[in-house]
Every structure is written in structure tokens, then in C-alpha cells.
């Protein structure tokens, strides 16, 4: 039990840091990620095509550490929330609308290729 909250607690750790890294990086880099929240969008769809691989080539020693660790303190889906509220607070429905459906259909899709080549990845 303690080893299994260690590995959650050290990729919770790393999954929080490359998210704060992203999402900085975007904003200062990326012009578009001052209107659209870019960032998170990206710490998203990349967070649910980790997963959804972890979750198709499905190696146990993963759960704890990548999966619930790195995943969990990496995806950011109450900052989307958020995000799209304060969008919507402004003003800006078509926005908020285009943001919400592109994090959705786009991350499910990324969960979807992530599992497919796990799959492949696990039969080699």
C-alpha cells in the first residue's frame, strides 16, 4: 500500500509540473493561446491519449504511477471548466461552444487512438 501511494504521489508530482510547464509555455509562445485556452486543450487532448494507451496496452505496473499518478495531477478537466465559465461569463458562447465540443470530441478520439495502439503495442 505505501509503495502504491509513493508511485501516485511521485507521477501525481511530475503530472502537476508538466502541466504548470505546458500551459506556461503556451501562453507565452503561442499568440492563439491568448484568446483559446490552448494549454489546457493540450494538456487534455495529450492527457487523454496517454491514458487511453495506458489503458489499451495494460501493464499493471503502470496504474499506479502513470495512470492515476501522472494522468491524474496531469489532465486538468476542472481548469476546462472553469475556463469555459469565464468564457461564457464574457460573453463569448460561440467560443465557449467551439471549446467544449472541440475538447470532447477531439480528446475522445485521442483515448480511442491511445487504446488502439496500446493494443498493437501489447501484441508485439
Do not use: D
Not at 21 to 41: D, E, K, N, R, Y
Amino acid at each position: 500500500m505505501v509503495k502504491s501511494l509513493l508511485l501516485v504521489a511521485l507521477g501525481g508530482a511530475a503530472g502537476s509540473v508538466a502541466r504548470y510547464v505546458i500551459s506556461v509555455v503556451m501562453i507565452a509562445h503561442v499568440a492563439a493561446a491568448q484568446v483559446f485556452p490552448l494549454g489546457t486543450f493540450t494538456v487534455n487532448l495529450t492527457g487523454s491519449l496517454i491514458l487511453g494507451f495506458l489503458a489499451g496496452w495494460g501493464k499493471q505496473w503502470t496504474i499506479a504511477l502513470l495512470s492515476i499518478g501522472f494522468c491524474g495531477g496531469f489532465t486538468t478537466f476542472s481548469t476546462f471548466s472553469l475556463e469555459v465559465f469565464n468564457i461564457m461569463r464574457a460573453g463569448n458562447i460561440k467560443l465557449a461552444t467551439v471549446y467544449i465540443l472541440a475538447s470532447v470530441i477531439v480528446c475522445a478520439l485521442a483515448v480511442w487512438l491511445g487504446f488502439y495502439l496500446g493494443m498493437k503495442l501489447n501484441r508485439v
